[in-house]
C-alpha cells in the first residue's frame, strides 16, 4: 500500500522511489495542501509543538486563576493577612473591628500590587529569554545549544530548591521579611523543570523524548504550573504579613501625629494609662459628665472606635482600647503634632 507522504520519514523505499503518484508535491497538489517543510538545518525545536506547550502551561494558569470568586477570596486573605499581623502588633484582635470583606480587599491592594507587578515583570523577562533561546536553537548549526546551556537553569535551580527545603524543615532560618523559602521552591522546581525541557530538546536526546507520553510530559507541566502558583500566594501572603508588621511599627513610632481624640461619656468609663486624663464635668445641664483626653485614633470599623493612649509603645504595657460608637458617647477630634 502506497503511502501519501512517503518522504515524511526519510528516504522513499526502493520499491516506491520511481513509482507514479508518489511524488510529494504531486499527491499534496492532489490534496490540495502545500508539500511538508523541512525545519531549517534539519535540528532544532519545533516552534509548534513548544508553542503547544506554553499554551497549555498558560491555560493551566488561566484556568487556576480565571474565576472571580478565586481572586477575590485570595484578596481577602492577604488583606487578612495584612491587618492581622498589624493589629496583633497593636494589642487587639482584628476580628473585634468587625472588618468587611471590602474592607480587606482593599487592605490588600498594596500588599498584592507590588509584589505581582514584580512576578509580571520577570515573566515578562523569562519568555523573551525563552523566546530568543527558541530562535537561537532553530538557525543552522546551532541545533546543540540547548545541549550546552540545560545544566545552567538545573544547577542554579536544585540550589535554589535546596534552600527553601532546608529553610521548611527548620534546618536554616531566614532573619528577613523577604519570602525566601516560597519564592526559593517555586523558582528552583521552575528553574529544574525548564533545564529538563532543554534537555530533551538536545538532538541526542530528542529521540528519547519523543518515546515518553505527551499525556505524562503534560501531567508534569500542569503538577510544575500549579506548585509555582501555590508558591507565589504563599510568597504575597508572606509579604503581606510582613507588611503589616512594618506598618504596626510605624504606629508606634508615628503615634504623635495620629489625631488626638477627646471621648466625652455620659458614665464613667473608668480608663487608665500613662497619658489619660479624667475629668469630671458639672454642671445641671451636663449630658456628658466625664471627658477623657490623652488618647490617639487609630481606625473606626465595625461600629467602633480604636484608641491608643498618646504615649503608646509596643512593650510600655498600655493598654489598646475599644470603644462602641453609641450615643452615650461623643467623640472629638484634632489634628496630631
Do not use: C
Not at 516560597?182 to 523543570?193: D, Q, R, Y
Amino acid at each position: 500500500m502506497t503511502q501519501p507522504f512517503p518522504f515524511l520519514g526519510g528516504t522513499p523505499p526502493a520499491d516506491t522511489a520511481g513509482a507514479v503518484g508518489t511524488d510529494p508535491a504531486a499527491t499534496a497538489e492532489t490534496a490540495g495542501t502545500a508539500p511538508p517543510l523541512p525545519r531549517p538545518g534539519g535540528a532544532g525545536p519545533d516552534p509548534g509543538r513548544d508553542g503547544g506547550r506554553l499554551r497549555s502551561v498558560l491555560e493551566t494558569a488561566t484556568l487556576v486563576l480565571a474565576p472571580t470568586t478565586v481572586i477575590t477570596a485570595l484578596l481577602f486573605y492577604f488583606g487578612w493577612a495584612q491587618t492581622n499581623a498589624l493589629f496583633g502588633r497593636l494589642g487587639i484582635d482584628q476580628s473585634t473591628l468587625g472588618f468587611t470583606v471590602q474592607d480587606y480587599m482593599l487592605r490588600s491592594v498594596n500588599s498584592t500590587f507590588r509584589p505581582l507587578s514584580v512576578v509580571l515583570l520577570a515573566a515578562v523577562a523569562g519568555l523573551s529569554a525563552h523566546i530568543a533561546l527558541t530562535r537561537a536553537m532553530a538557525t543552522p548549526g546551532r541545533a546543540g545549544l540547548a545541549g550546552r546551556l540545560w545544566p545552567v537553569p538545573t544547577v542554579v535551580g536544585g540550589l535554589l530548591l535546596l534552600a527553601g527545603l532546608s529553610g521548611l524543615w527548620g534546618l536554616v532560618r531566614y532573619r528577613v521579611d523577604f519570602p525566601v523559602v516560597p519564592v526559593s521552591l517555586g523558582a528552583g522546581l521552575g528553574l529544574l523543570a525548564y533545564g529538563a525541557f532543554l534537555r530533551g530538546q538536545a538532538p541526542e536526546r530528542r529521540a528519547a523524548t519523543a518515546a515518553v507520553p505527551r499525556t505524562l510530559l503534560a501531567a508534569r507541566r500542569t503538577v510544575v504550573a500549579i506548585f509555582v502558583l501555590v508558591m507565589l500566594f504563599w510568597s504575597v501572603a508572606v509579604y503581606a504579613q510582613a507588611r503589616g508588621v512594618r506598618e504596626a511599627a510605624r504606629v508606634a513610632a508615628t503615634i504623635s501625629r495620629r489625631p488626638d481624640v477627646t471621648v466625652y461619656s455620659a458614665r464613667r468609663l473608668q480608663l487608665a494609662g500613662p497619658t489619660i486624663r479624667e475629668t469630671e464635668l458639672r454642671g445641671p445641664d451636663t449630658a456628658y459628665r466625664f471627658r477623657y483626653t490623652g488618647l490617639k485614633l487609630v481606625v473606626r470599623s465595625g461600629g467602633k472606635w480604636f484608641l491608643l493612649p498618646a504615649s503608646w509603645t509596643p512593650g510600655n504595657g498600655a493598654a489598646a482600647l475599644l470603644l462602641p460608637d453609641t450615643d452615650e458617647l461623643r467623640v472629638e477630634f484634632r489634628p496630631g503634632r
